[in-house]
C-alpha cells in the first residue's frame, strides 16, 4: 500500500518565480492538507481539500493556491516567490471515515534564491 | 492567539535513559491532540489523544492528556538510538480540521 507521495523531492527557484508542487494521498483517502515547515520549526497549516474544494486555509496569502483532482491528488501553487517561502512543503492525507488521522509524505524542499 | 508550546526545545540523553516530552496548549477550540515523530522529513504519527487521564502506550512510548491543565507529556522509556528525532505535538479543533503544531523537540540519543 503506497503511502503519501510528492513530487519533486527538491526545487530551487529564483525570487518572482512561480512552482507547482505535487501530492498523491495514500490509497483510501480523500483529504489533502498541505503544511509549509521553516527550519527549526513546527509545520504551518496552509490549506485543506476535500472533494476538490479548499475547506479550510490558514493564515497564508494568496499568493499560496491549490487544486484537487477527481483522483483526489493535489497541487500547490506558490506564485512570485518570495526568499521567505524557502522550507519544507509538506502534504498530509486523510479520510474521516477511517480515523480522520494525517498522514504525511516525505516533503518537497523549496529553495528560493 | 491560539498556541502550542513544546518544552524542552531540545535535549541529549543515553541509552537507556527515560525521557519526558511536554506539550501545552491554549486553543480556542480542542478536540484532540496528536505526537508525530519526524526523523529526515515525514512526520510519522505516534499518538491521537481526545480523553482526558487515559494513558496511550505502544511498546516503549506511552503518553497521557490533561485537558483540564491543558498539556501533555509524551515519555519515551529505555531510549535506543533510534529515538533520535524531533518530536512534534499538534492541536486538533474539530475532526477533520487544520493541524496547529509546536515547534517540536529534538531528542538526541547517545550510545
Known amino acids: 500500500d503506497a503511502g503519501v507521495t510528492q513530487s519533486p523531492t527538491h526545487l530551487i527557484k529564483t525570487r518572482g518565480q512561480q512552482v507547482t508542487l505535487r501530492c498523491s494521498p495514500k490509497s483510501g483517502h480523500d483529504t489533502v492538507s498541505w503544511y509549509q515547515q521553516a527550519l527549526g520549526q513546527g509545520p504551518q497549516f496552509i490549506f485543506q481539500?476535500?472533494?476538490?474544494?479548499?475547506?479550510q486555509r490558514g493564515n497564508f496569502p494568496d499568493r499560496f493556491s491549490g487544486h484537487q483532482f477527481p483522483n483526489y491528488s493535489s497541487e500547490l501553487n506558490v506564485n512570485a516567490l518570495l526568499l521567505g517561502d524557502s522550507a519544507l512543503y509538506l502534504c498530509a492525507s486523510s479520510a474521516l471515515a477511517i480515523g480522520n488521522e494525517q498522514y504525511f509524505g516525505p516533503g518537497t524542499r523549496l529553495t528560493v534564491t | 492567539e491560539d498556541k502550542v508550546v513544546q518544552s524542552p526545545l531540545s535535549l541529549v540523553v543515553h541509552e537507556g535513559d527515560t525521557v519526558t516530552l511536554n506539550c501545552s496548549y491554549e486553543?480556542?477550540?480542542?478536540?484532540?491532540l496528536l505526537w508525530y515523530k519526524q526523523e529526515k522529513k515525514a512526520p510519522t504519527f505516534l499518538f491521537m489523544l481526545?480523553?482526558?487521564?487515559i494513558e496511550k502506550k505502544s511498546g516503549r512510548l506511552s503518553s497521557i492528556l490533561d485537558n483540564k491543565e491543558l498539556f501533555s507529556i509524551l515519555n519515551i522509556t529505555a531510549t535506543q538510538t533510534g529515538d533520535s528525532a524531533v518530536y512534534l505535538c499538534?492541536?486538533?479543533?474539530?475532526?477533520?480540521?487544520?493541524?496547529?503544531f509546536g515547534a517540536g523537540t529534538q531528542v538526541v540519543v547517545t550510545p
Open positions: 499538534a492541536t486538533r479543533p474539530d475532526s477533520w480540521g487544520k493541524l496547529q
Open positions: 486553543v480556542t477550540n480542542f478536540r484532540s
Open positions: 481539500y476535500y472533494e476538490e474544494e479548499e475547506r
Open positions: 481526545t480523553s482526558s487521564g
